[in-house]
């Protein structure tokens, strides 16, 4: 396949998966019961996620790179999230501790494992971002596949 029809084919899927973006977030904001809105909503940042890969492998086939501007601007704005993340992960550990259910707290420590990763996978980002244009392709790659479970 030449580079040229794989760019067509994988724009042609973001336009499925925006498609889909879209009906479903339309059921999500009807529906009243919000397990039914917490499922579809998984559908829906799925599809999301499934958007920005797409997008970002375009961006790795073409050999797009990261400004210098735009490098310093995503550093901050990551170095703020990883302040949210601690945050985030002292209040759920607080809450897991003191929960009493074991279905409660099972629960709970699904998104505390998460809350890890992210906080974990923000440090990695912050690697790769602060090496701007610098980086390489073999770097971006290894990243992918060690936060793989976030595809």
Do not use: C, P
């Not at 994988?10 to 479903?24: H, M, P, R």
């Not at 400004?67 to 759920?92: P, W």
């Not at 607080?94 to 099972?106: M, Q």
């Amino acid at each position: 396949m030449s580079r040229d029809e794989l760019m067509k084919m994988l724009k042609d899927q973001i336009a499925v998966e925006e498609s889909t973006i879209g009906s479903i977030s339309k059921t999500v904001r009807r529906s009243k019961n919000s397990l039914v809105r917490l499922l579809l909503h998984g559908l829906v940042l799925g599809s999301m996620k499934h958007v920005d890969m797409l997008q970002a492998l375009m961006d790795m086939v073409s050999g797009k790179v990261v400004s210098d501007v735009e490098t310093y601007e995503v550093r901050k704005e990551i170095d703020g999230h990883v302040k949210n993340e601690v945050e985030m992960l002292r209040r759920i550990e607080e809450v897991v501790s003191k929960a009493k259910d074991e279905k409660v707290k099972g629960f709970l420590e699904n998104i505390l494992r998460d809350e890890r990763k992210h906080h974990e996978m923000l440090g990695d980002l912050l690697s790769i971002v602060a090496k701007g244009a610098q980086v390489s392709d073999e770097e971006l790659w290894q990243v992918l596949g060690r936060w793989d479970w976030l595809f």
